[in-house]
């Protein structure tokens, strides 16, 4: 009779220790994921099992690796606004590590509000089209957005006003060439990879003799004092 096959590991050897879990929400289906062991155990760690958690919802990846570093895990569908859970544990030669719990909150759609100019009354000076600025105020700037400004006349078609850019901070959009004696409404959409939102702001009907101005960036004549 063959003797039994000798161990892998020494009996100073043990499960895996997890020091630290951190999580963040990239997307509604990706998560970076950073484990640092306290220790491996004596025995280098052959895959993560990772559980995702929020009432009924579960989601359970095993990522045969040694390290986790910055791991992107696709996940299904997570909710917006959301806590979940995370429980994360190690596995070894010798054995599973106990499980490690850390939280993290699904960030949102973009929030912001939004401010136009005021007309100006150039009596004395009849412009031939008009130039509007819309100051768009991010509340939640911290993940990346893009925003599209769109103009439309007597709620017909939407048609992009020239203007779509990428952006993390509070931005003024200038809107030209708005013909005078039209009312138009201005749709501003700010989108980020968690979700679109929209405003629309309509404007006065722009009668002969009066313009927007455009803090900085004034077209035609202007009064003086």
Known sequence: VSPPAASTYTTNDSVPIIESVSVEALSLTIL????????????????????????DYTNESVIPIAKLTSHNLTVDNLTKGEYYTLNVTATNSVGMSEPFQSNFTVPLPPA???????????????????????????????????IQVQVSTGGGDFSEA????????????????????????????????????????????????????????????????
């Open 32 to 55: 970076s994921v950073d484990v640092v062991l306290l220790t491996d155990g004596g025995q280098n760690v052959s895959n993560y099992t990772v559980l995702v958690i929020l009432d």
């Open 162 to 225: 020239n203007f779509t850019r990428s952006t993390t901070d509070m931005d003024i959009i200038y809107v030209e060439g708005l013909v005078a004696g039209t009312e138009y409404t201005i749709r501003v959409t700010v989108s980020n990879v968690f979700g679109t939102v929209e405003r629309s702001v309509t404007t006065t009907p722009l009668i002969g003799k009066v313009t927007f101005l455009c803090v900085g960036h004034h077209h035609g004549n202007h009064p003086s004092n």
């Open 112 to 146: 912001f509000n939004t401010t136009m100019s005021t007309p100006l009354d150039l009596s004395a000076i009849p412009p031939a089209t008009c130039c509007a600025s819309i100051q768009v105020g991010l509340q939640n700037p911290n993940n990346p957005v893009e």
